[in-house]
């Protein structure tokens, strides 16, 4: 069992930063491979990025370049550095936790064992 708790989101003028954290309560973190997601009003939950148990990286091509997934298995902890914020990036960012060995389910929801309740990030014009 994996509790995950998000902090770091707020309001950010477009082209700013944030730094999203996910801390990890439970045995063996870094046996899990790490995901985040974000959800707007209205819409579906979609892949954000993803770091797998080995340290893979894995982005959706909309924050390719703008965004950074790291972990520290030291402190149970994955993040999410944001930077070029845009407001189509406003939403709420979920952090989620994954047994799966295949890369290929990390970019999906269900590829996801355990989520946290999520974080809102608002980016203004």
């Known amino acids: 069992q994996v509790q995950l708790v998000e902090s770091g989101g707020g309001l950010v003028q477009a082209g700013g930063s944030l730094r999203l954290s996910c801390a990890a309560s439970?045995?063996?973190?870094?046996?899990?491979?790490m995901g985040w997601f974000r959800q707007a009003p209205g819409k579906e939950r979609e892949f954000v990025a993803a770091?797998?148990?080995?340290?893979?990286?894995y982005y959706t091509d909309f924050v390719k370049g703008r965004f950074t997934i790291s972990r520290d298995n030291a402190k149970n902890t994955v993040y999410l550095q944001m930077n070029s914020l845009k407001p189509e990036d406003t939403a709420v960012y979920y952090c989620?936790?994954?047994?799966?060995?295949?890369?290929?389910?990390?970019?999906?929801?269900?590829?996801?064992?355990?989520w946290g309740q999520g974080t809102q990030v608002t980016v203004s014009s």
């Open positions: 770091v797998s148990w080995s340290g893979s990286t």
């Open positions: 989620a936790a994954s047994t799966v060995r295949n890369s290929d389910y990390l970019m999906r929801v269900t590829g996801y064992n355990y």
């Open positions: 439970g045995r063996s973190f870094s046996g899990y491979s």
